[in-house]
């Protein structure tokens, strides 16, 4: 089990801009994939975008897609999530989650991972 941490929430205005970082405790996560989900007040967690711990294949949820991006900085043993472009439909609490895979697997649903994050909250004003 990976302990994670994450980080780089706030508050912006509509069309701004933060960088999350999803770091894990004690353990290299290059073999990981991870993913990141996000719940609003009030609505089910959803998947927002993920990563393969291998060849790098990413996926994006429909609603984040151009706006979102996730990467992978193996020197700093994290992947972060840059969102761009925020709208007030975007506030919610993002959370990372993890599962030592070792291939091109990424997941698409919450019970695909094993390991989360706390979460961080993300607000956008308008």
């Known amino acids: 089990q990976v302990q994670l941490v994450e980080s780089g929430g706030g508050l912006v205005q509509t069309g701004g801009s933060l960088r999350l970082s999803c770091t894990p405790s004690g353990r290299t996560f290059s073999s990981y994939a991870v993913g990141w989900f996000r719940q609003a007040p009030g609505k089910e967690r959803e998947f927002v975008a993920a990563?393969?711990?291998?060849?790098?294949?990413?996926y994006y949820a429909d609603s984040v897609k151009g706006r979102f991006t996730i990467s992978r900085d193996n020197a700093k043993n994290t992947v972060d999530l840059q969102v761009n472009s925020l709208k007030p439909d975007d506030t919610a609490v993002y959370s990372c989650?993890?599962?030592?895979?070792?291939?091109?697997?990424?997941?698409?649903?919450?019970?695909?991972?094993?390991?989360w994050g706390q979460g961080t909250q993300v607000t956008v004003s308008s």
């Open positions: 989650a993890a599962r030592f895979t070792g291939s091109r697997w990424l997941g698409l649903t919450p019970s695909e991972y094993r390991d």
């Open positions: 990563i393969s711990a291998v060849g790098g294949t990413t």
